[in-house]
Nanobody
């Protein structure tokens, strides 16, 4: 059973930075594409950033140039560095893992709250 545990959320003023971490267990981490979604109150969940098992990255237009996703396969951890935060970045951020063996096998973390005040 894959377990994903997020950490690093919190409250910050606009313009500040946070780094989210997502630690994985119960899987061969390097054989998973990883990423982050977020969900703000009253809004649909949206993709923020993803990183493939090979290290290719994608970003939502709203975070390009401000957020950076990375992974450390030795530590079974994926990171989301968030800079120049805006109030509209306020949301619960969820880590996910997609197995490259079976792309129907998707796991989610419990989420971590990020609050950006103006």
């Amino acid at each position: 059973q894959v377990q994903l545990v997020e950490s690093g959320g919190g409250s910050v003023q606009a313009g500040g930075s946070l780094r989210l971490s997502c630690s994985a267990s119960g899987t061969i981490f390097s054989r998973n594409d990883m990423g982050w979604y977020r969900q703000a109150p009253g809004k649909q969940r949206e993709m923020v950033a993803s990183i493939s098992s090979g290290g290719s990255t994608t970003y939502a237009d709203s975070v390009k140039g401000r957020f950076t996703i990375s992974r450390d396969n030795a530590k079974n951890t994926v990171y989301l560095q968030m800079n120049s935060l805006k109030p509209e970045d306020t949301a619960v951020y969820y880590c996910y893992a997609v197995s490259t063996y079976d792309r129907a096998f998707v796991s989610w973390g419990q989420g971590t709250q990020v609050t950006v005040s103006s």
